[in-house]
T-cell receptor, first 114, second 115 residues
């Protein structure tokens, strides 16, 4: 069973705080992991991806990966009201012998209050 | 670059009617993915193609759903007959390939309402 689990939220943080979003996945063989942001009524847009254990930083965003624990997280530093959106964790999984595709979690809704 | 193009953006139809959703991927993207998004089930993978060949259609919910990719620049997702439970946002996404680090880029989606 190919599953990606996220807390649905909402996660509420004040402006300037750190928001922490978490994700677990079922396929131990998965190698690449993606975070997408989706504003209401819009399509998902890529924030960043990670494939090595440890941390990867991009501006205010840090992705963390622990393959042994099958756990991915996204930290947003200095949260802004414009960060209010649904954050989707996606894992690239082999769906059959012929190919791989992104399997998405249901997303965590983040609300940043000013 | 125009990005992934989907049409129509909104579709309202009555139960039993045939619905055809269209997608034009970014030039050079050899893989194309169809997803469906609902509040209850989130973003579900329906089917994907690589070099116009269907790779995995195990996510297609029923035989009422079918998808084609006749060439590298066009794909369709057809529902016949449509039912109210098919109401959702349908996204098309493209990627350079189906390798592990190939990022998917989403189109704007088609919001389907079946009455």
């Amino acid at each position: 069973q190919k599953e990606v689990e996220q807390n649905s939220g909402p996660l509420s943080v004040p402006e300037g705080a750190i928001a922490s979003l978490n994700c677990t996945y079922s396929d131990r063989g998965s190698q690449s992991f993606f975070w997408y942001r989706q504003y209401s009524g819009k399509s998902p847009e890529l924030i960043m991806f990670i494939y090595s254990n440890g941390d990867k930083e991009d501006g205010r965003f840090t992705a963390q990966l622990n393959k042994a624990s099958q756990y991915v997280s996204l930290l947003i530093r200095d949260s802004q009201p414009s960060d209010s959106a649904t954050y989707l964790c996606a894992v690239n999984m082999r769906t059959n012998q012929a190919g791989t595709a992104l399997i998405f979690g249901k997303g965590t809704t983040l609300s940043v209050s000013s | 670059d125009a990005g992934v193009i989907q049409s129509p953006r909104h579709e309202v139809t009555e139960m039993g009617q045939e619905v055809t959703l269209r997608c034009k991927p970014i030039s050079g993207h050899n893989s194309l993915f169809w997803y469906r998004q609902t509040m209850m089930r989130g973003l579900e993978l329906l089917i994907y193609f690589n070099n116009n060949v269907p790779i995995d259609d195990s996510g297609m919910p029923e035989d009422r759903f079918s998808a084609k990719m006749p060439n590298a620049s066009f794909s369709t997702l057809k529902i016949q007959p449509s039912e109210p439970r098919d109401s959702a946002v349908y996204f098309c996404a493209g990627a350079i390939g189906t390798r592990l680090l190939d990022t998917q880029y989403f189109g704007p989606g088609t919001r389907l309402t079946v009455l």
